[in-house]
Structure formats: structure tokens, C-alpha cells
């Protein structure tokens, strides 16, 4: 399984972006999909996370009611919507799926928050 991401950018405090991924040569819908990010000189961290159904989700306490993460199974997309973009949000974003015996990251997009 490969993970495609893209969506990010640059982009003013207070704006928007919408982060894609696709999942490509899976044999089925992967079970988690997450978004984690990486600023410079710091660990990835949880962003965000959304289980094969869609109908559950978690967040990370800083990006809930800014962020909304969402899949689309037909499609093997998951996206994640930020909103409210704050410096502290710069990063690469990556995305990663949770299979059944393995798990797979994607090759991260930047996202590039100015104040």
C-alpha cells in the first residue's frame, strides 16, 4: 500500500487548507487513517485520526473545532480540513493507514503557516 499526500502550502494566519491522501493498491479500505505532523527540530506528532466507517474520530486537543478529518472509501481518499491556521500548525503533514498486520505512511506535504 502508498500513500499520495498534497494539499499543503503557504498560507496566511487565520486561512484554510485542504489536505488530501490517497491510498493506493490497498486490498481493502484500511481499518485507521491518520494525520500526523512534523515542525522543524521537534517529533512527529497525532493530528488527527478516523476509523473505516468514518463515524469515529479523534483529534488532537489543539486542532479540535479547527480541524475535521474525513475519508471517502470509494474513492480511497482521506482529507484533512484546517481551519483557523495558526504558526504553531507549520509542519510536514503526513498520513498514515492502518491495515491488518502492517501500516504505511505517506511522503508528507508542507504546510507553511505565516504570522
Known amino acids: 500500500v502508498q500513500l499520495q499526500a498534497s494539499g499543503g502550502g503557504l498560507v496566511q494566519a487565520g486561512g484554510s487548507l485542504r489536505l488530501s491522501c490517497v491510498v493506493i493498491g490497498r486490498t481493502r479500505s484500511p481499518y485507521i487513517m491518520a494525520w500526523f505532523r512534523q515542525a522543524p527540530g521537534k517529533e512527529r506528532e497525532f493530528v488527527a485520526a478516523?476509523?473505516?466507517?468514518?463515524?469515529?474520530?479523534e483529534y488532537k486537543s489543539s486542532v479540535k473545532g479547527r480541524f475535521t478529518i474525513s475519508r471517502d472509501n470509494a474513492n480511497d481518499m482521506v482529507y484533512l480540513q484546517m481551519n483557523t491556521l495558526i504558526p504553531e500548525d507549520t509542519g510536514v503533514y503526513y498520513c498514515h493507514a492502518v491495515l491488518i498486520g502492517s501500516d504505511s505512511w505517506g511522503q508528507g506535504t508542507q504546510v507553511t503557516v505565516s504570522s
Open positions: 478516523i476509523n473505516r466507517s468514518g463515524g469515529t474520530t
